[in-house]
């Protein structure tokens, strides 16, 4: 995974959460903390139930944004857990193949460079 990858992926992160934080300031006219504070809550699916839309766009715009943003968030997770799996793999693959070269030349008293 090349940097530019996470890079979109926090990206992608950070502008479901602003849209969301927005689109529930405009809508339901929450101060922007409670708007923010909701979006987060969604998007986490903890759903503490003390800020509810009570605006027919509202409830629309919470469904889609949880299809959105799950979607995304779930899409980055993935994303992460693979580069981290890929990132142990190579260090492993290096170690074992330090460790076979070290054994080489012990029982050689070769070095495999040359």
Do not use: C
């Amino acid at each position: 995974m090349t940097w530019a990858r996470p890079v979109t992926l926090i990206s992608a992160l950070i502008t479901v959460i602003v849209s969301g934080t927005v689109f529930f300031h405009l809508v339901e006219g929450w101060s922007l903390l409670d708007s923010y504070f909701f979006t987060v809550v969604t998007l986490s699916t903890v759903g503490y139930g003390s800020i509810v839309p009570v605006t027919a766009l509202g409830k629309i715009g919470t469904t889609v944004f949880i299809f959105t943003g799950l979607g995304i968030f779930a899409v980055a997770i993935q994303q992460f857990g693979e580069f981290t799996l890929r990132r142990r793999m190579r260090k492993r693959a290096k170690r074992i193949e330090e460790s076979e070269e070290a054994y080489i030349k012990a029982e050689t008293g070769k070095d495999t460079d040359a």
